[in-house]
């Protein structure tokens, strides 16, 4: 048997609920990806060039610490869930993925969203692997999503 993580960030809580369904519908282990320094509600103010989030993510070298590094040595499979900020994953997933040893291994990135797409998420986060990675596309993943769907789009990834 696969050994399965959900690693997730989440900065309001939707991607949270998602990842904990998730996490119940594989019978995976669920891991928090915080920052060191977590984000204020000012941090996060998108209509304010001058926030936090809008600089991080106006700066693509930009790479939040983590509170505490994860370990994913022991699994084969980790789903890697974050929200949508300005069309791409959060700098932190970029930390994430670039702390961690992920070769041979497969990712799964998945997402929340006021309504965008996936834009260039895989583009930007697949860079941040070794080549050795199995990369799964991204997909966005409503906040209602049920039980049913989740299963439906895990049979879909053929793990
Ligand atoms: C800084 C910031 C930027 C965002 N940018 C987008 C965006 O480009 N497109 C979109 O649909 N939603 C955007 N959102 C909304 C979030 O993606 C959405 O509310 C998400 O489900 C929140 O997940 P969370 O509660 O796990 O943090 C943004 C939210 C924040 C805080």
């Not at 959900?6 to 594989?26: D, I, M, N």
């Not at 069309?87 to 006021?114: D, M, N, Y």
């Not at 260039?120 to 906040?143: F, G, I, M, N, Y």
């Amino acid at each position: 048997m696969a050994k399965v993580l959900v690693a997730y960030f989440s900065a309001s809580g939707v991607t949270a609920r998602v990842a904990h369904a998730l996490a119940q519908a594989v019978g995976a282990d669920i891991e928090k990806i915080e920052p060191a320094q977590p984000y204020t509600a000012k941090d996060l103010d998108w209509m304010d060039k001058m926030s936090r989030s809008s600089r991080e993510m106006d700066d693509e070298n930009c790479r939040p610490d983590l509170a505490e590094t994860i370990d994913v040595a022991k699994y084969d499979v980790v789903f890697v869930g974050f929200p949508i900020w300005w069309g791409i994953a959060p700098r932190v997933i970029q930390t994430f993925l670039e702390s961690g040893e992920f070769a041979g291994k497969t990712v799964v990135p998945f997402c929340t969203s006021g309504g965008s797409g996936v834009g260039k998420t895989d583009e930007v986060l697949h860079k941040c692997c070794s080549a050795q990675t199995k990369w799964k596309p991204c997909k966005r993943l409503s906040a209602a999503i049920s039980p049913r769907e989740l299963g439906a789009y895990v049979a879909s990834l053929k793990l």
